[in-house]
């Protein structure tokens, strides 16, 4: 029903920036919410960002608040994750998500689909 593609990956030195993006097609649902996660190699899954698409909403974790500003643009069915600052320890795999709950929330239950996931590494 949802497809989610992420792109916008790569290797950044420590301090820059990337913008990844995350497009989303399929049928349209009247409470989605969309969020942003990342997964470093034998680390749980961890919450970013999430917004709601409707209202635009955010919720931010306190360890990307100031840093990580998500967004997203309802005519092409795309949102953004725009990272600045970035540090070492921001180097993982990121993955898009999105609930048909309409959840603006951390925890991964809320989330229904998954995207492929888009590589960031950042160098010191």
């Known amino acids: 029903q949802v497809q989610l593609v992420e792109s916008g990956g790569g290797l950044v030195q420590a301090g820059g920036s990337l913008r990844l993006s995350c497009e989303l097609s399929?049928?349209?649902?009247?409470?989605?919410?969309m969020g942003w996660f990342r997964q470093a190699p034998g680390k749980d899954r961890e919450f970013l960002v999430a917004?709601?698409?409707?209202?635009?909403?955010?919720y931010s974790a306190d360890s990307v608040q100031g840093r990580f500003t998500i967004s997203r643009d309802n005519a092409k069915n795309t949102m953004y994750l725009e990272m600045n600052s970035l540090k070492p320890e921001d180097t993982a795999i990121y993955y898009c998500?999105?609930?048909?709950?309409?959840?603006?929330?951390?925890?991964?239950?809320?989330?229904?689909?998954w995207g492929q996931g888009t590589q960031v590494i950042v160098s010191s």
């Open positions: 998500a999105a609930s048909l709950a309409g959840a603006v929330a951390g925890s991964e239950a809320w989330y229904d689909y």
């Open positions: 399929g049928r349209t649902f009247s409470n989605l919410a």
């Open positions: 917004i709601n698409w409707s209202s635009g909403g955010t």
